[in-house]
């Protein structure tokens, strides 16, 4: 426990594996001793798929105990260059960089400390997230009051949920999102550096917060809200640059901010207060910005219901949270409510489905657009006709799109006269040597098609297997969180209580945001020059955050962005349901899209499987009504 009477300090370097590379060396020697923590956080969805599909290649080719499955690059590209410097600083480590091998990672580390003739470090790797570790039988059928996971519902689980995998789709990898406990467990040994495998992201963030302000549950006074805070705070940073100008809607103030702008971006860090209310920002002389608008648009990221952010150790709501600017680049957030957490844990699992393929190839000139089409479209029709010469069953599926056409607007695209477009085909088959057909027909396009047609691709493409990625709620009572630190063994951690009666179900009611004022001659404008918006993926939903540049313009931004005309607009892209959440203390609204994502991020055939578009769409696309006097005098840049 510290005994420190400021804030504890923590600077998170990697929002995803293969952010920049010099990422850590800056905070580490921007904040030298003033950064308590180190955090990183590598396992996007699609990171454990590319794992999953690395070590599924090594089993299908009798190699399963011949590689990696960690996040290599921690030790070569962070660790190997910058451990003497954090152990001076007294600066710990926190991170999920072990993969799908946390203990591997470990004693890749230990060496690594022997190698540099570092002594004296303690390093912990946190284990049981891997729920197939010890079954033979690959299928959810080993499990007991296991639930698919709704994205729109705490209680009625099957409501638009992503399927699970059938009974003869053995899955590759079920991991269940852990949370904090046992990191504090391996911080209050005396851990230095630690590696963990899929826990929430924000676990990073709360358990040195538990570890330095010594939070127990029934001993600490408003325990849950400040476990609420300590997430949130772990949310805002978790994704690196977006807390600090990066995804930012004014991009352009980003761009052209002193100090480089993008070409030096400023990483983010959270000074949390014992109080709970936490300040989030950068290094000094560093590009981007912190401001309650960038804030705010991390804080709408990726979340679903905003009164029930379900996370292992509690539930976040964050329909009350405050931002309020308190010095250059400098944000404080307050406003965090907190609720004992659910008796279940979401897991991230992934089975493979046939296989898939991509071909792409650059198209130029008059009507490049059209010409892309029936480009994809032959090439599909060629390889048909082989399949039925061939008795082969047809494609499961196909998606062409002309990347540059505005293919992601559909119905709203303005750029039919473009011309210079990628044409990109993806399909869907069993057998992945029927994929190969179309990998042998798409180059041939060139010179028997249309004009203007140049490779822009990497050459030949080849089949890769499809995986999907499924969310799943497994009891905690059926899940096991350890550690292990130096030689010591392997030390079980209990879980914290839960709340079996779901009361949680029915959040506290918060003002609503209030209803328009229509007063006066009204008029339209751009949804983007009055809100700010940022989207982002959870399987195979995704959801669009806008928030309101001025609380002035909230109630007619909810007024005329409904649930319908947010359908309606992105029909072309969305097959499930639009859900409309109010978030009236950052000024916000989120809207949860179901089935838009074509599958999700690790099966869709569509370019943008991650919906990182689709609050631009939104933005640029629908309008609000406005009273007159209200109106923005400039239009918002795009």
């Excluded at 190969?436 to 490779?455: K, Q, R």
């Excluded at 130096?486 to 079980?492: A, C, F, H, L």
Aim: proline letters at 5%.
């Amino acid at each position: 426990m510290s005994s420190q009477n400021r804030p504890v300090r923590i600077g998170c370097y990697s929002a995803f594996w293969g952010d920049s590379t010099f990422a850590a060396a800056q905070l580490i020697e921007h904040e030298g001793k003033n950064l308590d923590y180190l955090v990183a956080d590598y396992l996007a969805e699609i990171t454990m798929g590319i794992l999953a599909a690395r070590r599924q290649r090594r089993i299908m080719t009798g190699k399963a105990d011949k590689g990696v499955d960690y996040i290599a690059e921690f030790l070569s590209l962070v660790l190997s260059k910058n451990l003497p410097q954090l152990i001076k600083n007294g600066t710990k480590v926190i991170t999920n960089a072990g993969g799908l091998d946390p203990i591997g990672c470990k004693e890749a580390i230990e060496a690594l400390l022997e190698k540099l003739n570092i002594k004296g470090v303690r390093v912990a790797a946190i284990v049981g997230d891997d729920v197939l570790a010890d079954k033979e039988d690959r299928t959810l059928g080993g499990f007991k009051d296991v639930h698919s996971f709704s994205t729109i519902s705490s209680v009625d689980h099957t409501k638009d949920s992503d399927r699970l995998p059938d009974k003869d789709e053995p899955i590759v990898s079920l991991n269940a999102y852990l949370g904090a406990h046992a990191i504090t467990a391996a911080l209050k040994e005396g851990a230095q550096i630690i590696v963990t495998g899929r826990v929430v992201d924000s676990a990073l963030v709360v358990a040195p917060l538990m570890y330095e302000y010594g939070w127990e549950e029934g001993k600490t006074a408003n325990y849950y809200d400040l476990m609420a805070s300590a997430s949130l705070a772990g949310h805002v940073i978790e994704c690196g640059c977006h807390a600090t100008g990066g995804n930012f809607t004014d991009w352009y103030l980003a761009a052209q901010s002193p100090f480089g702008g993008y070409s030096n971006m400023g990483y983010p860090i959270v000074e949390f207060d014992r109080s709970g209310s936490f300040v989030v920002t950068k290094p000094e002389k560093t590009g981007g910005l912190v401001t309650p608008a960038t804030v705010s648009e991390q804080i709408l990221y990726e979340i679903l219901d905003p009164s029930l952010y379900l996370l292992p150790d509690v539930i976040l709501d964050m329909r009350q949270v405050k931002l309020s600017q308190v010095g250059n680049n400098r944000v404080l957030v307050t406003g965090a409510k907190g609720l004992q957490p659910t008796p279940y844990l979401k897991c991230s699992g992934i089975f493979l489905d046939g296989w898939k393929i991509t071909g792409e190839m650059l198209i130029g000139g008059v009507d490049a657009k059209k010409k892309a089409h029936a480009v994809g479209e032959a090439i599909v029709k060629r390889v048909e006709n082989m399949y039925k010469k061939m008795g082969i069953p047809g494609f499961r599926n196909v998606n062409i799109e002309a990347l540059g056409g505005e293919s992601l607007f559909g119905p709203h695209s303005r750029t039919n006269d473009t011309r210079e477009v990628m044409m990109r085909l993806t399909a869907h088959h069993d057998d992945p040597k029927a994929l190969g057909l179309v990998a042998l027909e798409t180059i041939p396009s060139a010179t028997c098609m249309a004009p203007g047609i140049t490779g822009g691709g990497a050459g030949r493409p080849k089949p890769i297997p499809n995986m999907v990625h499924f969310p799943l709620l497994i009891p905690k009572s059926q899940v096991t969180t350890s550690y292990v630190i130096g030689n010591n063994g392997v030390k079980t951690v209990a879980w914290g209580s839960w709340d079996n009666n779901a009361t949680y179900s029915k959040p506290t009611p918060v003002p609503a945001i209030p209803e328009a004022d229509l007063t006066g001659p009204l008029v339209k404008t751009r949804l983007i020059n009055v809100a700010y918006g940022r989207s982002g993926d959870k399987g195979d939903v995704c959801n669009v955050g806008i928030i309101a540049r001025d609380p002035k313009y909230l109630p007619y931004i909810k007024r005329s962005i409904t649930e319908k005309v947010v359908a309606d607009y992105m029909k072309h892209l969305c097959k499930g349901t639009v859900t409309r959440f109010e978030l009236p203390g950052p000024n916000a609204m989120n809207f949860v899209l179901t089935h838009s994502l074509g599958g999700g991020g690790l099966s869709s055939l569509v370019v943008d499987r991650q919906g990182k578009t689709y609050a631009q769409l939104c933005l640029s696309g629908l309008e609000v009504e406005i009273p007159a006097s209200m109106a923005p005098s400039v239009d918002a840049k795009l």
